[in-house]
């Protein structure tokens, strides 16, 4: 099994900053792609960012040039930094993985139990 766990959430003004972290452990080869997908009361789960193995990365239009995601493979790590916050930006944020086990190495999925971003304005 896997286990994806998020820290980094929390309560912060209009303008400011949070760092998301996101730590994957268990029976894991190698992690692919690595997203966080967010969720805004009574809204539908959306995708915020992604990056892949190698580094490439993809945004929402809703957070480019303010969010900013990134990797430690050594630690399979995913961070997100989310710069000058909205009070749209507010909602559960979760982490995503997809990977491969351990022999037989199947493709598989992961997710975070998700942290909460309160932006107050």
């Known amino acids: 099994q896997v286990q994806l766990v998020e820290s980094g959430g929390g309560l912060v003004q209009v303008g400011g900053s949070l760092r998301l972290s996101c730590a994957a452990s268990g029976s894991i080869f190698s992690i692919n792609a690595m997203r966080w997908y967010r969720q805004a009361p009574g809204k539908q789960r959306e995708l915020a960012a992604s990056i892949s193995s190698g580094g490439s990365t993809n945004y929402a239009e809703s957070v480019k040039g303010r969010f900013t995601i990134s990797r430690d493979n050594a630690k399979n790590t995913v961070y997100l930094q989310m710069n000058s916050l909205k009070p749209e930006d507010t909602g559960v944020y979760y982490c995503?993985?997809?990977?491969?086990?351990?022999?037989?190495?199947?493709?598989?999925?992961?997710w975070g139990q998700g942290t909460s971003v309160t932006i107050s304005s």
């Open positions: 995503y993985a997809e990977y491969l086990g351990l022999p037989p190495y199947r493709s598989l999925q992961a």
